[in-house]
């Protein structure tokens, strides 16, 4: 069965530093791959996503992924982070009959002023 | 286009109620799914629907029940509500040839089971 795992659960950065966010996922053809942000109280804005072609994606908010199948990995990344960009962010594949998505436990992403 | 809605945004009910989650889409979709959201577990798939009256078990199927009646319409209901079910409920919709598979979120419902 496909998973994804997130091993962050807490990030702390500071405005303007890089981030990155790690995301690896178990599936045995290539995946549909996506990057879902959530802020506080809120729903889910899908940031990115993967699903063939150039391997480094460019999403929404200056965010980009690159996705690597040696290393079955899909990192999530930004040169600066900004105030605002603190929020849950969530790794997800989608695979199997109805395109289910299976999502990661979550990276909470504190921004440090 | 109002995306996808969900009713209510917030509900409390007492051990044994039951109640019904309302998603509606307004894009055509032909996927709908509902998931629930609890604290360090991510979000997982309770059931899910294909097309217009079908639906499907997801990761976590017990002690829900879902209706698709009609194509815009996803209902999620609890017959008999326990504590456990107390959590965040996200509805989402797929368009079938949609490029890359991505999936459209409802607002959440917010659901606390005393």
């Known amino acids: 069965a496909q998973s994804v795992t997130q091993p962050d659960i807490h990030i702390t950065v500071s405005e303007g530093a890089s981030l990155e966010l790690r995301c690896n996922y178990s599936?045995?053809?290539?995946?549909?791959l996506f990057w879902y942000v959530q802020s506080p109280g809120q729903g889910l804005q899908l940031l990115l996503k993967?699903?063939?072609?150039?391997?480094l994606v460019q999403g929404i908010k200056g965010f980009e992924a690159e996705f690597k199948r040696s290393q079955s990995s899909f990192n999530l990344r930004k040169p600066s982070v900004h105030w605002s960009d603190a929020a849950e962010y969530f790794c997800a594949v989608s695979t199997g009959g109805g395109n289910k998505l299976t999502f990661g436990t979550g990276t909470q992403l504190k921004v440090e002023l | 286009n109002a995306g996808v809605t969900q009713t209510p945004k917030f509900r409390v009910l007492k051990t044994g109620q039951s109640m019904t989650l309302l998603c509606a889409q307004d894009m055509n979709h032909e996927y709908m799914y509902w998931y629930r959201q609890d604290p360090g577990m991510g979000l997982r798939l309770i059931h899910y629907?294909?097309?217009?009256?079908?639906?499907a078990k997801g990761e976590v199927p017990d002690g829900y029940n879902v209706s698709r009646l009609k194509k815009q319409n996803f209902l999620l209901g609890l017959e008999s509500a326990a504590p456990s079910q107390t959590s965040v409920y996200f509805c989402?919709?797929?368009?079938?040839?949609?490029?890359?598979?991505?999936?459209?979120f409802g607002p959440g419902t917010r659901l606390t089971v005393l």
């Open positions: 989402a919709s797929k368009l079938l040839l949609a490029q890359g598979n991505e999936q459209f």
């Open positions: 993967y699903f063939s072609g150039d391997t």
């Open positions: 599936y045995g053809a290539t995946p549909y």
């Open positions: 629907s294909v097309g217009e009256g079908t639906t």
